[in-house]
């Protein structure tokens, strides 16, 4: 028992007195054999090797820190690399954390989940809800505590001035209860406003609050009526960001289609009760709505998603995991340059400890200060290093990331690790008293080389391969023209235009305002621009098969479109014609892709004067055949199959109106502005901006992975050269003397150089090799965020190997230069 | 700087004679009639501290009659004259307290 509780005791003091203290206790034990002894010795050993080990790492740091103040040249180097390291890792944990690990704002998320619509017949995974079922679905369930649902809406608010427009939702159910969160002042909506006619309340955000001065009980003008504040919320709900106002969904449920699936549905289940039970019951009550209302129900079921799955997708988890993974690997480039340095240096004091040792000291001892001394360039590393994060963060995300515990924690820890990795090697070999490093002896350092080569080169690869798939996507061709195109936002009121008709004139006026002003080429409207940020989706088929509707229909993307839209955005007519003035409205023309053409007639049928089949019974006649358009992504395999509709068939909440120049597009936005305004005083125009500023935002995620790996592979690169040319020179100084003697006999320059870098080009391959294949296996990792980029194309891997090559080979060849510099008689004289 | 207890009575159990650990605990035992008993961690810890201030030094050679081979201690001048200091402290601040009417009635 004694020998275990020394444990407790530094180990140098162990060594020290152990026996003592081990024979005192005995010769105590003889004379008193109490428990009252052992406890009062167990006290005492705690209390007093916590305050021996607390007295050693004073002074150790004392000894360490006037160490390196004696050697500023080497703790800087030191310390900025750590910082380094650090900071990338720290910058890039930031970023995860925010994405990935901070809880929602929601009470105990992990009851809550998304119902999301699946119909494995028609191969659908995941869509949105039916109000209707949903309606069906809150008052069946048992095992919910609440249900809510929402649509996403750009609400119009009007009223005092000038309008504005803000990004809103729409609730029906308990919303309110199944995400838990209070509203700062006022409440959430009653069951009552939930009923059409009584939903004349909305709830706005602080920020819309303090912004226009707006208070509970005040009356505002909301999509051209009146609505009373009840409630303010904060500013962020979990969903998505920048909701400023909440309105009552109130929809008329007998109007409203079993099929027609447009709502998120949320819910949060009791306590105690199993997502599977969830489930069960769920499935229970979809079977009972399929055999009631079979038509539009048939095959449609459901799925549970956990709330945290739901609002952070596989896709950016998969970002934010290569990115630390990355990070991690310069942290690893990083603690191998430091050990490098640390061990070159252990090498020169060589002599110091040496002495030391003579001289009595205990080996433990001197272990422990070679661990204090790495911790202390540590430590002092990570605090510049979070330091520098701080600062990034406060200048590049204002607002957007926080430091807080968890980052500082995780900084804390990796800067802690850091030490404790650089800091082993040397301290081995002090403990073990090795041989320290000679000339031709350095198979630690040499390993370390070669694995800084190897991380070096998975990341110049990793990087080259995303800042490829960047540019492939940047200048991938989308199926129209994007330079010269003005795109806007607008939501007519529902209220006002609640027609296809009365929709369709406001677009007719707005058009033709616009396209009088001078430098604009032509314009017009659809529902949703390429790459934009919704998608909706129907089922169809050609008419001829309409009978196999159930089994054979092709989900297909569809737009509203204005006449007009399609050729200014300079997609191709490859038949048919587009819309013309005074055409049928009862023929229902549209135009399709050709992609959906392939889909709807397999064997090739030209699809002009065709009809198709809706889900919802109606017939559309195809005018037109026009070239594909990337509408979801620009990376998808396939191009989106794609149906236009006209704009006088259906009403649609948010349109979007381009334009499409001969000046630079944003220089006609106020004249377009006061053209709609013309037109209608309450329309005000949102999401100004250019098409191509559109398309590089929807990059946004590409670009920063490819711009983050290229600096961490910079950054590897960089500090990877650092350490071969750093071992090089090492070698070079340490058998200075050798090399003059032999260039004195004759030996050429050339020659020893040779000699010198032969080893270090040796060790620089393997790691290339071994660098080659991690780079492999990264790239089947990452294969699913690569655009353009062939599989398998050994090109990237050629690039990234020469890089790698040539900036070794200079790594080991400058340092060597040296050896020429080397005056035979100066050099043997010296010592 | 008051001296630690601990090391206060090491010093003194030392003044007399070279001891080794045990010893020591026994001597100081029974100098406070069992009032103070050090255990072995506070022990060795002080006696550490005390060899590095130099107070106290260690002996090259043992006694010929300890049969354990165990380490002895010897009082330097410098640490005699530190007890004495601290002693003499301890006098003054009796004294203090004597003319605060707060002494103990008996010492």
Redesign the interface.
């Known amino acids: 028992m004694t020998r275990l509780l020394l444990l407790l005791y530094p180990k140098a ?1 162990r060594e ?2 152990g026996r ?2 081990k ?3 005995e ?2 034990w003889r004379r008193e054999p109490s428990a009252g002894l052992v406890l ?2 167990v ?7 916590a ?2 080990h607390v007295e050693m790492a004073a002074q150790d740091v004392r000894y360490a820190l006037r160490v390196l103040r004696t050697n500023p040249a080497f703790a800087s180097a030191a310390v900025a690399t750590v910082a380094l390291g650090i900071g990338a890792t720290t910058a890039t944990f930031t970023l995860y954390h925010e994405a990935l690990i901070k809880a929602p704002p929601f009470r105990e998320p992990e009851r809550m989940v998304r119902i999301v619509d699946t119909n494995p017949q028609a191969g659908i995974q995941s869509f949105s809800s039916s109000i209707r079922n949903f309606a069906t679905w809150q008052e069946r369930s048992s095992k919910f505590e609440s249900m809510g649902a929402f649509q996403p809406k750009d609400i119009n608010l009007t009223g005092d001035g000038n309008p504005e427009r803000v990004a809103g939702l729409a609730t029906y159910g308990a919303f309110g209860d199944v995400l838990g969160i209070r509203p700062r002042l006022g409440r959430w909506f009653t069951e009552d406003e939930d009923k059409p006619g009584k939903d004349r309340v909305i709830l706005i955000s602080e920020r819309l609050s303090e912004r226009r001065g707006w208070h509970i009980g005040e009356s505002i003008e909301v999509n051209g009526e009146k609505r009373t504040i009840v409630g303010v919320l904060p500013d962020f709900l979990g969903l998505a960001k920048g909701t400023d106002a909440v309105i009552p969904m109130a929809p008329v449920l007998e109007r409203e289609g079993h099929g027609d699936h447009r709502v998120f549905a949320l819910a949060r289940m009791r306590r105690g009760v199993s997502t599977g039970e969830a489930l069960d019951e769920m499935l229970r009550i979809c079977t009972q709505l399929e055999t009631e209302f079979p038509k539009p129900n048939r095959g449609w079921r459901v799925r549970l998603q956990s709330i945290r799955d739901w609002l952070v997708d596989s896709r950016t988890r998969e970002t934010y995991n290569l990115l630390l993974a990355a990070a991690g690997l310069l942290l690893l480039v990083a603690c191998v340059n430091v050990a490098n340095l640390l061990l070159a240096r252990a090498a020169a004091r060589e002599k110091e400890i040496g002495i030391r040792l003579a001289a009595g000291a205990n080996r433990a001892r001197l272990t422990r200060q070679m661990v204090t001394e790495s911790l202390v360039i540590a430590v002092i590393g990570g605090a510049a290093g979070l330091a520098l994060v701080g600062v990034a963060v406060r200048l590049l995300l204002p607002g957007g990331a926080t430091i807080d515990f968890d980052v500082v924690a995780f900084s804390a820890g990796a800067t802690m690790a850091t030490g404790l990795l650089f800091g082993l090697a040397p301290a081995l070999k002090v403990r073990d008293g090795r041989a320290l490093p000679g000339p031709r002896r350095t198979p630690v350092r040499q390993l370390l080389i070669g694995s800084q080569v190897a991380v070096a080169m998975v990341l110049v690869t990793g990087a080259l391969l995303l800042v490829q798939t960047l540019v492939r996507m940047l200048d991938a061709d989308l199926g129209f023209q994007k330079k010269n195109l003005y795109v806007a936002k607008f939501s007519p009121s529902p209220k006002r235009y609640d027609t296809g008709e009365k929709a369709h004139n406001l677009y007719t006026s707005i058009l033709r305002e616009v396209r009088a002003i001078p430098g604009v080429e032509s314009a017009g409207i659809t529902s949703e621009i390429p790459l934009g940020s919704m998608t909706t989706e129907m089922r169809m088929i050609a008419e001829e098969n309409g009978a196999r509707f159930q089994t054979d229909a092709v989900r297909s993307n569809w737009r509203i479109v204005t006449d007009g839209y399609l050729q200014t955005l300079g997609v191709r007519l490859l038949r048919g014609r587009f819309w013309h003035d005074g055409e049928d409205p009862r023929l229902l023309p549209v135009v399709i892709n050709a992609e959906l053409a392939r889909r709807l007639w397999p064997a090739g049928e030209d699809p002009v004067g065709r009809s198709i089949r809706l889900g919802n019974g109606r017939s559309v006649y195809v005018i037109g055949l026009v070239g594909d358009v990337r509408q979801i992504a620009v990376e998808e395999r396939s191009p989106t199959n794609t149906l236009y509709f006209p704009s006088d068939l259906l009403v649609w909440e948010t349109m979007t109106l381009t334009v499409r120049t001969r000046v630079a597009p944003l220089s006609i936005a106020p004249a377009v502005e006061a053209a709609v305004r013309r037109v209608d005083p309450a329309q005000p125009l949102f999401g100004v901006r250019t098409m191509e500023e559109h398309l590089a935002e929807s990059a946004a995620g590409q670009r920063m992975r490819a711009l983050l790996l290229t600096v961490y592979a910079g950054m590897a690169l960089l500090l990877g050269a650092v350490g071969v040319a750093g071992v090089t020179g090492y070698a070079v100084a340490r058998r200075r003397k050798e090399f003059a003697i032999r260039m004195a006999l004759g030996a050429t320059p050339v020659r020893v150089m040779g000699e010198v870098t032969g080893i270090q080009m040796m060790v620089c391959g393997a790691g290339l090799a071994a660098g080659v294949v991690g780079a492999w296996v990264l790239r089947t990792k990452i294969e699913s965020m690569l655009y353009g980029v062939q599989p398998g194309s050994l090109g990237t891997f050629a690039s990234s190997a020469s890089v790698l090559a040539l900036v070794t080979l200079l790594a080991c060849l400058l340092p060597a230069l040296r050896v020429t510099r080397i005056q035979p008689a100066a050099a043997l004289r010296n010592d | 700087m008051p001296l630690q207890e601990a090391a206060f009575h090491i010093l003194v159990a030392l003044a007399d004679a070279d001891k080794h650990g045990y010893a020591i605990m026994q001597d100081v035992t029974e100098r406070t009639r069992g009032a103070v008993r050090l255990n072995v961690g506070t022990l060795y810890s002080t006696i550490k501290r005390l060899l590095e201030t130099g107070w106290i030094e260690e002996l090259d050679e043992r006694p010929s009659e300890d049969d354990e081979r165990r380490r002895y201690y010897r009082l330097t001048e410098v640490g005699r004259a530190e007890v004495r200091a601290e002693a003499a402290r301890l006098e003054q601040m009796l004294l203090i307290a004597k003319r605060a009417g707060l002494a103990p009635r008996k010492v």
Request: glycine share 4%; hydrophobic share 50%; aromatic share 20%.
């Open positions: 003091f020290e007195y003592e203290i024979l005192s206790f010769a105590q009062r010795t006290w005492d050993i705690l209390q007093t090797a305050g021996l």
